[in-house]
């Protein structure tokens, strides 16, 4: 495990740990509540592999601001070969306005190596709406416009090869700079529009289904993200969650050419 899946997993551990009855005291814990969630599945023998997945989402309430923070991570090998390695991390900010409308400002992070996101950060503020609250049902809608970097891997690019004052090496005879074959990076920066959906339905008391749907709209991608799951409640504190996500960018192709990433996850989550 590479050192970004060791501080996204320190980040979900801490989540978890927060949630026991001693640290529960402790000032700067003290009102956060969320879940933190672990699923893996690995085998061993004719075929090694090894797949795990986390996730954390915490808020806490303080008068009228809502502090969240969020993240998630993703490994998988097959037969000691990488073949997947991506998390995110993010912070949500949220300032009440009236009963049904807040405003907000968020920051995310990820990286995606196998889709070709060597890093990727945006930072957007907006206003958000409350549309639906019965009791079991509730819908909120945001949107926003803010900034975003991004550093796309180029798995057949080239870089320059630099003198040791640091211009291009150019051909004599073309006067092109001289290429180095392998992988490179692209860098771009913008304005970035962001979307986001987030439904929620307690079917049963055991059975609760949400629905979260967000997007980041810049001039050379945009990023889709769609959520679903199905908690099944075991305990008081232990749900099993049914998931399908989808990730997709449309101007941004993966390792094996494709935009978009589907996952179907079965994993046990921890209410904190």
Sequence with gaps: MNVKHTLISAVLTGAVVAGTPALAQDSMLDGWSGSAGLGAVI???NSDTRNISGSANVTKQTGIWRHTAFGSTYSAENNDLE???RFDLGY?????????MYGFGRLRYDSDDYGNIDGRFSGVVGVGRQFLDDGK????????????????????????????TG??????????????????????????????LNYSNILSEILTFNSVFTFEA????????????????LSDRISLSLGLLSRSNSDIEGELGEKTDTATRISFVYGI
Excluded: F, M
Excluded at 145 to 151: L, N, Y
Excluded at 170 to 196: E, M, N, Q, W
Excluded at 218 to 233: E, F, H, P, Q, R
């Design 83 to 85: 073949t997947a390695n």
């Design 137 to 164: 049902q509730t819908l909120n809608g945001e949107i926003g416009i803010g900034a975003h970097s991004t550093d796309y891997i180029i798995p057949n690019g080239a870089t320059s090869q630099i003198d040791i």
């Design 218 to 233: 810049a001039d050379s991608n945009t990023y889709t993200v769609w959520d679903n799951s199905l908690g099944v409640k």
């Design 43 to 45: 085998t061993a023998g």
């Design 167 to 196: 211009a291009p090496v150019l051909d004599p005879v073309t006067g092109d700079p001289v290429l180095t074959p392998g992988s490179g990076t692209a860098d771009d920066s913008g304005a970035v529009l962001y979307g986001g």
């Design 92 to 100: 949500k900010l949220d300032r009440q306005i009236n009963e049904l």
